[in-house]
């Protein structure tokens, strides 16, 4: 059996209008349920990379994804490969409907890209999970470009560092 002990936020704000306090909360997962360790691919999660952006439509330049909350665009360290192994987009405005077209490419050299048209009509449509992953070599960076849509969106885009 795993435990994990956590804190509750919400809880004490929603219950008694609170802010600021928490409760410690045990939570327990039994061998049935295991807490993951490593995503779908087998990478250990303290080894993935979050990059985020967002971008609207209509705007002529891209979102270059930076990692963590950071404004600085992130670069492909020198002698390592970025693999992108998930994509999720969010569109910021849920009310927005319709279709959303989008880009996930680098810089030069092109190693690789996503065009997709997400559809609010089946959500599962703006997500990806890839077994291989997208490519990004060293000295690239992540693009973002939202050629079409109703709305802003938010793109998340997880992946790890690898040899050449």
Not at 80 to 109: C, E, H, M
Not at 112 to 135: E, K, N, R, Y
Request: proline residues 7%; glycine residues 10%; charged residues 15%.
């Amino acid at each position: 059996m795993q435990r994990i002990k956590s804190s509750l936020f919400f809880l004490i704000a929603l219950g008694l209008g609170l802010s600021g306090c928490t409760v410690p909360v045990l939570v327990e997962n039994d061998d049935s349920m295991p807490i993951p360790t490593a995503s779908h691919l087998g990478i250990p999660s303290g080894d993935m990379i979050k990059l985020g952006g967002a971008d609207c439509p209509g705007v002529q330049d891209e979102a270059i994804l930076s990692e963590g909350g950071s404004n600085a665009e992130y670069v492909v360290p020198d002698g390592k490969n970025l693999v992108l192994t998930d994509i999720i987009v969010s569109p910021q405005n849920l009310n927005a409907r319709g279709l959303y077209g989008f880009q996930i490419l680098p810089n030069l050299p092109f190693t690789t890209s996503l065009i997709a048209v997400g559809s609010t009509d089946d959500w599962s449509s703006f997500q990806w999970h890839f077994t291989s992953g997208m490519l990004f070599t060293s000295g690239n960076n992540v693009r973002f470009l939202l050629n079409s849509g109703p709305a802003c969106a938010e793109i998340n885009a997880f992946g790890y560092l690898a040899e050449p």
